[in-house]
């Protein structure tokens, strides 16, 4: 018992000395120009490593450094760095015959720096190709690069690493960081499976998990990939995707399947947009939008076309579809919203990522908007324009009424509590910087129409201007109103002497015209007395409609100068600005 414990003993310390003294005998280093030569030949790029080093418990040889070479088109720096990399091998055919069997690589902390230029193109296109298709082109010539095509590598992993992409034609980039990577039975020539994780630029998460391969003989970005894809609060600030400088952002989550093949990526799933904010001014939105989309890639061209996709705020749905492109810095865009019967208080916590904040108070509790707009340019720029429509629209405690009484010849009409809207109608133009509305219409049954067109800025400030054509139960509540009922009153009579009296020329059925002006905010707006507005533009609607010849008749036999008659229009404006 003794003499065979004697003997464990005696064989355990000849492995210790064999696993201590055994590396500094074997000189691995004379490997490293072999492993430099077939890496640069199956990447097409020059490979560089540093000093080696023998493990024989991990069964490992593990390089000080690690630097793989730019496409000199994009840089003269390294396309990769990484501080360590270990390379798992068979041990016995090492020893004995000097034989490099790789079963698996662990690159440490690499950095890789992805560069696209103005066509879009990738300074990874060119990566791997070589080898394959210098076997395919002349076999009888390359030797090197047809067995380094042929090298399979049982499992491949990149930890903690960094990502650098940006564009050749400008110095802004942005950082993935805690990049992991784990492949398994990698080969060129084949297809494999692989998983890529990362955190985001300002916050969140990326996974890609799929197969890969084989690598493309033209084009690395073209190789077939099929995986899913999954994105976790990703910040669209801190992407550049929206301009970061006026404030703007929001999060996004998309969970999608990939499909690459041919130089076609299709790419289907769902994306949910979470506190937006599209307009300067604005604040971020209360309520997410979420979009059901297909989109179709050409990856050769660089341009994608989005096929029918539905977006959808609560209840309310709309409709997308259109073409962008990537080749340039930003994406550009080209994409038509379409949107019938949306119910207009589903919207209403999104209004404020548009720069919309409803006045203090109020709320949207009934009626339906349509839309039909155009979204198109870089998104980082992005312009919106065309038509919007609000029916049957009830706006909860705000009283329109109260609130024009600040303007004197609308004092006195009587809206309610609860402001009824008929329709409410604009071309509407919506860029980074603020929003314009054109052609505004709003139908107000107890007021009468209110036209005009203004914009909001990106302080949120209104700047409109407006007039108010009055019902007539409008025009009476104002004509028996304390302040303005003069003042009405007296208008009424200015214009009747100015037409020609009574029953010629223009019908007086179409009510009181006044032009106000709405300032303030859309939280808090106020309305303000047009004075030149009436002057000029009251004034001249009157005499129009009656027709030249006519007009002068009637001025001249009434006895009124127009010159007159504007002064006399002003006076009854006299009110202070609030």
Not at 8 to 29: A, K, S, T, Y
Not at 91 to 110: C, E, H, Q, R, Y
Not at 310 to 333: P, R
């Amino acid at each position: 018992m003794k003499k065979t414990l004697k003997i464990l003993l005696i064989v355990v310390g000849v492995l210790v000395v064999l696993v201590l003294i055994v590396p500094f005998l074997i000189p691995v280093n004379q490997f490293r120009p072999t492993i430099e030569e077939k890496a640069s030949a199956a990447l097409g790029r020059k490979v560089e490593l540093g000093n080696l080093s023998l493990s024989l418990i991990s069964g490992s040889v593990s390089a000080e450094s690690l630097s793989i070479g730019d496409d000199p088109k994009f840089s003269s720096g390294p396309f990769l760095t990484a501080k360590s990399m270990n390379v798992g091998v068979e041990m016995m055919p090492l020893i004995f015959s000097k034989k490099l069997n790789v079963t698996g690589v662990t690159i440490a902390s690499p950095q890789v720096t992805l560069l696209h230029n103005s066509a879009g193109v990738w300074n990874y296109s060119s990566l791997g190709g070589a080898a394959a298709k210098a076997k395919q082109a002349h076999p009888e010539k390359s030797a090197g690069a047809a067995n380094a095509a042929d090298i399979s590598i049982k499992k491949l992993t990149l930890s903690n690493g960094s990502i650098i992409a940006g564009s050749t034609n400008s110095e802004k980039r942005s950082t993935y960081d805690h990049v992991n990577v784990t492949a398994s039975d990698v080969s060129i020539t084949s297809k494999f499976p692989v998983t890529v994780t990362a955190d985001l630029p300002g916050g969140g998460t990326f996974k890609l998990d799929g197969t890969l391969g084989p690598v493309d003989q033209t084009d690395t970005s073209l190789t077939p990939l099929d995986a899913k894809l999954n994105v976790s609060s990703l910040n669209l600030a801190s992407t550049g995707l929206l301009d970061p400088s006026l404030g703007l952002g929001g999060l996004v989550d998309l969970e999608s399947n990939l499909s690459s093949q041919g130089g076609e990526a299709q790419t289907k799933g769902t994306v949910k947009f979470s506190k937006a904010l599209l307009v300067a001014g604005g604040s971020p939105a209360g309520v997410p939008v979420t979009v059901n989309f297909d989109t179709k890639y050409n990856l050769r061209k660089n341009a994608g076309v989005l096929n029918p996709s539905t977006l959808n705020i609560g209840s309310a749905v709309a409709h997308l579809n259109g073409t962008y492109s990537a080749a340039g810095e930003a994406t550009v865009v080209n994409i038509k919203l379409d949107a019938k019967d949306m119910p207009a208080k589903d919207l209403e916590a999104f209004l404020p990522a548009l720069g919309i904040h409803l006045p203090k108070g109020a709320t949207l509790q009934a009626g339906t908007l349509s839309t039909d707009l155009n979204l198109t340019g870089p998104t980082n720029r992005l312009v919106t324009a065309g038509t919007v429509g609000l029916f049957n629209g009830v706006l909860a405690n705000f009283d329109l009424g109260s609130k024009m009484s600040s303007v004197a010849s609308l004092a006195g009409i009587k809206s309610g509590k609860d402001l009824n809207i008929e329709k409410l109608t604009s071309n509407l133009r919506m860029a980074t910087d603020g929003l314009r509305a054109d052609n505004f219409l709003a139908v107000v049954p107890t007021i009468g129409e209110l036209t005009g067109a203004g914009t909001v800025d990106a302080k949120n400030a209104l700047d409109f201007k407006m007039i108010a054509t009055l019902s007539k139960e409008a025009s009476s509540a104002a004509s028996s109103g304390s302040a303005a009922g003069g003042a009405a009153g007296a208008l009424g009579g200015l214009l009747g002497k100015v037409s020609g009296g009574g029953g010629g020329g223009c019908s007086t059925s179409s009510g009181l015209k006044v032009p106000f002006q709405i300032q303030g905010t859309t939280a808090e707006p106020k309305f303000i007395p047009d004075i030149g507005g009436v002057a000029a533009d009251l004034f001249k609607s009157k005499l129009g409609c009656l027709g030249g010849s006519s007009a002068a008749g009637a001025t001249k036999a009434q006895g009124q100068n127009p010159a007159d008659a504007i002064n006399a229009l002003e006076g009854l404006f006299k009110k202070k600005k609030p």
